[in-house]
């Protein structure tokens, strides 16, 4: 039977006047005597000071290409049905890095974060003397960038959670730079939320920096939410964080790295970045 596997790159590039693609990845080559689809998609997202594309590709559709220009937002297409269609040498880059160098997983640089702890000064240093809540320690990080938050199994909600319809976000990154939050080793860590969001802030004159957030289970209160309040409720204005809360919500910010997480009942977004840039 025919079958149509399909690669899917997304390369997104700022300031930076070319990509050149490095490490070889893979090699296509079909030679059966009814041929494969092999459809290649390459989506590419140019700023005004990039200006192409570099690939070490010497057949497609048996003609030679070394440079594809494109623009921003311009996407390139590349689909044969050809059984000698070849892609050799396709590379691409790391799949994510800082645009700082801290030097994470020094000791003095972890930060522990667990249900039993306390948000004093003194604190967050050891797992023996953990802070209490991940606002807390995200709010103590933007004096003392480069550090690792590592949250210890429990769960843990925002300020005043089931007491308002407005609270805050569990933890505001609106200053946040050159930090990473995940679980402590295998823990189990649940992040509850009721207003706002769990993780929300930034903006254009205040960005979130290099941040990694993983290893966290986060969860609105949609179950909690009817139909009819949630259509009384979404448009008013101003709004009732209760009925529009995200789970991570970056207003502005770069080099955003989201991954091996769960995000679900959010009233408002699951995952969002506006203004963003490199985000994975």
Sequence with gaps: ANT?????IFLSMTST???TIFEEVMIIS???????CISLLLFIMFDKTASSLHLDSKVFRGRNSTELKATKYHPVYIKDKNRDLQVSNLRAGPVWE??????????????YVSPNGRDTPGYGVSTNFPYATV????RQSI???????????????????????????????TGVKDLKITNYQDDKVILEFDGAGCFTGGSSNNP????????????GRNADISYAEAMSNRLENPKIKYYNGHGIAIWAGHH????????HHCPGSGIRVNKGDYVT
């Design 98 to 111: 800082f645009s700082s160098t801290c030097p994470y997983g020094l000791p003095e640089n972890n930060v």
């Design 30 to 36: 079909t030679g059966v005597a009814r041929p494969l």
């Design 256 to 263: 955003i790295y989201v991954h091996d997480i769960i995000v």
């Design 143 to 173: 004096q003392h960038p480069c550090q690792t938050i590592f949250i210890m199994e429990g769960i843990y909600q925002n300020r005043n959670y089931g007491s308002s319809l407005n609270n805050n976000a569990l933890a505001s990154m």
């Design 208 to 219: 979130v920096q290099n941040l990694e957030i993983s290893g966290v289970e986060i969860i």
């Design 4 to 8: 149509a596997p399909s690669i899917l």
């Design 17 to 19: 006047p070319s990509l």
């Design 135 to 138: 606002n807390y320690a995200v």
